[in-house]
């Protein structure tokens, strides 16, 4: 939202009252809090009239800073919250007459009090950002506008510096330059629009800021003031938490542990999902069709997935299977695991009126309903559509059961869709201000399901399929990238939308592989194959057509084959950068910037890295020809062995049954003995690879059981012509070898 008219003017009917001075400063008892009283006047006197903000500096946890500015604190709505572990650790405070210093480990703010009031915040001494400028305006604010009161800051972006995140959007990568509004919405991939916004960004100056609103907040980056990052919420508050660290990476493991770390996905999950398709004409007869001929093109398959067509329609979500297309789902679903397959199915929040399951919902309360107490529909996506009311414990209880009781059936894992369209015209069973229950609804709704699955399938066979998201979203992988089109650009706009969401805090992305609406062409389909199966999750899916390989020629068959068995092969690798992400919140899907502080990697949103060990470059042009960049460094071709010298842009031109797919110098990985399935022992006939070993380097790597448990730690150093090999745990078969190396190797087993 934009305020200003220009650096000297305000929006026509806009005013706003700058926090220009502290006037009083207090700590808490317990050392854990100050309060800071600050006024809009720069005059050294008391005064009558006029509002004033009342601030609050304190800790959730070590290196974070939370300020909360209040102007009427009377305000009294009843607001769902984040659910962050806020710790509110002891602070460091020193009051020195005109500047207060606050800080809480390495993290220091330092507030200049006389007017023009100035916040500006170190790492370590470092110098990461600050509010107002020294010889400028304080921008700190209240304002009054035509739509209302709202709370503003803007936080000063340093030359070449770089905004990212903010959820999975499918603008430009960078921020800079765009306004991005906090507000989830069903808009597809070809537009500002996102089903999965996250108000929280990162810079590439290592500092994470999230503003602690589940309402619509919107920011104006270097868009309204061109050198500061705009944040505004509407109302009379506004809070927000600064994250210092000492890289991006830092700053991603510090924000999960508040906001929450994703739960490890069941390793099947990493597998070749196939779908029916959304709205396409499917029974039993066609599922096994699909199962068999994946089978018999040796193509490994570990999910199968029914879109809404398992319902009877003018029913969804209902719950109820459509007995006219599958008149033995039980005996169906059983055949599908003795095929070593699980099954998943589609399902959302909402109830057709012409369900059973909306006349019991209706009689018993919980669906939302109109302040006049009707409850309320409409007919855009199905007649008479009502929503479930996950603010109520007995709805939620009551979708469960629906739940378990498909479970019961054989079901194994639900793809959550939906919850974008989520009305703020309506009364929620337990009061909570429905402008800033829409984006949060959808964490009630994925917590159900995930807790549902868990309940009855156990710890750690616990996954969904979600679409929409926001804070605390990624506690319950995975997610996926919504309707895209079937073209190169929109795989493009895709893969953008992927990367941001990795940076803001989830560690799991797909995306429909070969696009969503309408059918790719052969080509399309063949190179989004390969970058679908080198993503973290893979699933085939599209709208109103099947996506099995063979409709797209033998050659497709032959790609889907090669990437999928190569990716089961990497599982060692993937599943324990899986464990650690668990542990530490950093992503699997990496933009390049995580890893490298390297200048020309901050804009690169065609390529990534998938763990912190390959580099993969998705082909988007029909000529099959590719640019990318390699760091400084060796890089070794995963597919081909080539080793090349990294410093800069490269351009190759692939087949189908290749891509810029390179492992870093100094690399252990570990190849498993099976490309079958995902899910096996991973210790067993394992081939561990040592790539470009530096004399004087060492490497670690561990793989996990599909526990996430350490089963093997593997460390490896190079002196001179001697590479020195450790391994601790046991392993079947395990074999050591070297890849652009020519050193006597000596391993040892403990």
Known sequence: MKFHNGEWLMRPGVTTYNCEQIRQVRQSEDGREVYLFAVPYKHDSRSLDGPALEISVSSPRPDMLRLRAVHFKGVRRKMPRFDLDDRRCPLSVHDEGDTLTISSGLLTLVIHKKPPCTLTYFYGGRKLTNVGERFGSPILCYADTPEGPHMMCQMQVDVGEKIYGMGERFTPFVRNGQRVDIWNEDGGTSSELAYKNVPFYVSSNSYGLLVDDTGPVSFEVCSEAVTKVQFSVPGQSLDFVLIGAPDRKGVLERYTAL???????????????????????????????????????????????????????NEWCGFRWDNDMFPDVEGLLSRLHEKGLKVCVWINPYLAQHSPAFDEAAEKGYLLKR??????????????????????????????????????????????????????????????????????????????VFDAIRSVKGEGEAVVFARSATVGGQRFPVHWGGDCNSTYVSMAESMRAGLSLCLSGFGYWSHDIGGFEGTASPDVYKRWLAFGLLSTHSRLHG?????????????????????????????????????????????????MLLEFSDPGCEDLDRQYMLGDGLLVAPVFRADGSVDYYLPRGTWTHLLTGEAVEGAGWRRDSCDFFSLPLYVRENTILPVGGRDDRPDYDYTKDLTVYLYALADGASATRRVCDMTGKPVLDITAHRTGDEIAVTVRGAADDLRVEQVGTDCRLRVERL
């Open 371 to 448: 302040p006049n107490g009707d409850i309320w529909q409409w007919d855009l996506w199905q007649a008479g559509l009502a929503v479930v009311d996950f603010t109520n414990p007995a709805a939620v209880a009551w979708y469960q059961s629906n739940l378990r009781r498909l479970m019961a059936q054989g079901v194994d894992c639900f793809k959550t869709d939906f919850a974008e369209r989520i009305p703020t015209d309506v009364v929620y069973f337990d009061g909570s201000d429905p402008e800033r229950m829409h984006n949060y609804y959808t964490y009630l709704y994925n917590k159900a």
């Open 259 to 313: 906001a929450g770390r994703p739960a490890l996905p069941p390793a099947w999950t990493f597998g070749l999902w196939l779908s029916s398709s959304f709205t396409t004409s499917y029974d039993e007869k066609t599922v096994m069709a699909f199962v068999d001929g994946m089978r018999a093109r040796d193509i490994p398959l570990r999910v199968f997935h029914f879109d809404c067509f398992w319902m009877r329609e």
């Open 543 to 591: 709208s109103n057509s099947y996506r099995v390989p063979w409709l797209f020629g033998e050659e497709a068959v032959d790609v889907c084959r090669r990437f999928a068995k190569l990716k089961n092969r990497l599982m060692p690798y993937l599943y324990a950068l899986a464990a650690d992400n668990a542990e530490t919140g950093v992503p699997v899907m990496r933009p």
